[in-house]
Structure formats: C-alpha cells, structure tokens
C-alpha cells in the first residue's frame, strides 16, 4: 500500500506540465481560428522581412513543437506537422490533433520520465526543463499573433479570463 501511494504522487509532480501544455494548446487554436484566410500572408511590417506572416507563424509552431517533442522529448505523433493544404482552418485541424496527442503521452508519463536529461540543441536538460521552455516558447509565438491581430483592429477574445480586452 504505501508502494501505490508512492506512485500517485509521482505521478502528480509533473502533471502541471502537461496540465499546462493542455491548456496552452488551446490558446494557440483561439488565436488561431481568430484570423481569416486572407491574413495568411499578412506580416506585422511589410517592409521588414524579419517579422514573420502568419502563415509563418503558423508553420513555425508546427515544424518546431513536432521537432522538440520528437528530437528532445521523444514523442512522435506519427503525422507530418504540417497540413496538406496552407488554409487557416487545415492548420488549426492539424495543430489540434497532434497537439492533441501529445496532451495524451504527456498526461501518461511518470517522475522518472520527466527527470531524465535529454539534449536541447547543445546543452544536456530535464525532460520537464525542456517541456517549460516549449510552453513559454509557444506562448511567445502565440504572443506575437495576438499582437497582429491588434494591429489589424481585430475583435480580441481574453485568453486568460476578463482583461482589458473583454472590458474588465
């Protein structure tokens, strides 16, 4: 018996993690399915090719969540990260179901799992160290097209309850 509770708690000390990654996830689809198709292309500045479409935002988080969590975390959803089609909505129904995947082997990992190191590009890390900078990586990136969408003088739903954007 106090094997069994051992193992709960182990198994609860990360769970804020994919907990986390579950909830930021669908924050990436809200902003996501707030742009139309005729956006795609659209970049913050047009005279300065550094500051990506977001078309390339979009490819950009998938091709990077699908390399970090095969080559760093060692899930693989078994599909390409990118849809077959460049259309708002492809993008959205890809990116949920693979995000949608990785919610599911994250929630089924135990302690020793998350504590092993893994390489981050050139640096030896935690699973769980890695996981942490996935999700602030993410929420930078799902940052950046909230701030398009401003400057496009878009309709903006909150993404972390009422805020200025929902009138308080």
Not at 16 to 44: C, G, H, I, Q
Not at 101 to 110: A, F, G, P, W
Request: charged share 30%.
């Amino acid at each position: 018996m106090v094997e069994e509770k051992r193992v709960t708690f182990a198994a609860m000390r990360y769970d804020f993690l994919a907990e986390t990654y579950a909830t930021e996830r669908m924050k990436v689809l809200s902003v996501w399915s707030e742009f139309r198709n005729d956006d795609l292309r659209v970049r913050p500045n047009e005279s300065d090719p550094r500051g990506r479409s977001v078309l390339e935002q979009m490819v950009h988080q998938c091709v990077s969540e699908d390399l970090w969590f095969r080559n760093m975390l060692g899930i693989d959803v078994g599909a390409p990260p990118l849809p077959g089609s460049e259309t708002r909505l492809e993008f959205i129904k890809r990116y949920a179901e693979d995000s949608g995947k990785r919610v599911t082997e994250l929630q089924n990992k135990d302690e020793a799992w998350w504590e092993v190191e893994t390489r981050f590009f050139d640096v030896q890390r935690s699973r769980a160290w890695v996981m942490v900078r996935r999700i602030a990586h993410t929420s930078h990136h799902r940052g950046q097209l909230m701030a398009m969408l401003r400057m496009m003088a878009r309709e903006l739903h909150s993404n972390y309850g009422p805020t200025a954007d929902t009138g308080g």
